[in-house]
Every structure is written in structure tokens, then in C-alpha cells.
């Protein structure tokens, strides 16, 4: 099974310079729990809710001043659409990845794959609970 048949096809991107209110509110349009934050057309981290929760409100920060840059994960893990996915599926289970952009072979974002997708569309029910059982510790 390849990624492109769980993901999900709908994944936006935040710039590193918007506020961390741009960041939630493109969230809550989308129902996302993260964001890929780009710099010059290129991924180079991520936000995620929990980012915004702990890193901005829980020390009294101003989402409407703080950039995405100030709070965000540094660094980025991404499969390609058409790659196998439980290959994906172990690399996020050895990585403690919850969600994972998709790119084409353009390198355009395309989509969002999360443990969800796999243990809900997955064929392999094993896959999805080794993958969460190491994302949870």
C-alpha cells in the first residue's frame, strides 16, 4: 500500500515570519493539529498545537506578537507520496513522528499522513499499534 492511499490530500504551510494567531487560526480553518512552517519555498519545521500550548500560552506569550519561529519544532521529516507505507510507518514509529507531510516528486507538498490514517485505513492493524506504542512513551 502506498502513502497516497491513507494520507490526508488536504495540507496547508505557514511561513516562518506569520504570528503564531496566523498559525492557529490557519488550524482551526483546516482541523489540523500542525502546520509545515516554510522559509523561501522550502519545509524546515514544524508547529504544532501542543507547540502553541506550552511554548507561547503556557509562558504568557502574545500569540499576536510571537512569529511562528520563536515556537516552533526546528527540523523536518517527509515521505513521498508514492512511497510504501509500512516503510513510513516504521520510520515514524522509530522517530516518535505523530503526523508526517507527503510531498510529490516536484517536492510539493500534497498531503498529511498521521497515525490516524494508518490505523484507520491501514490494512495492517500490527503496523498501527507498533507505530503507536512507540510514539506514546
Given at each position: 500500500m502506498k502513502v497516497r492511499e491513507v494520507m490526508h490530500k488536504q495540507a496547508d504551510v505557514i511561513n516562518l515570519n506569520h504570528t503564531v494567531r496566523e498559525a492557529a487560526q490557519m488550524m482551526a480553518r483546516g482541523d489540523y493539529g500542525c502546520l509545515?512552517?516554510?522559509?523561501?519555498d522550502k519545509m524546515i519545521g514544524m508547529i504544532t498545537d501542543r507547540d502553541i500550548a506550552v511554548r507561547v500560552v503556557a509562558k504568557g506569550l502574545?500569540?499576536?506578537?510571537?512569529?511562528?519561529?520563536?515556537?516552533?519544532?526546528?527540523?523536518?521529516?517527509?515521505?513521498?507520496?508514492?512511497?510504501?507505507l509500512d516503510s513510513v510507518g516504521t520510520q515514524m514509529s522509530s522517530k516518535k513522528i505523530r503526523r508526517m507531510p507527503v510531498i510529490n516528486q516536484q517536492k510539493r507538498l500534497v498531503g498529511m499522513l498521521s497515525l490516524g490514517d494508518i490505523a484507520n485505513k491501514g490494512r495492517d492493524q500490527k503496523l498501527s499499534h507498533n507505530i503507536l506504542s512507540h510514539v506514546s512513551h
Open positions: 509545515p512552517v516554510e522559509d523561501n502574545d500569540p499576536n506578537n510571537t512569529k511562528v519561529s520563536d515556537c516552533m519544532s526546528q527540523g523536518i521529516n517527509f515521505c513521498f507520496e508514492d512511497d510504501d
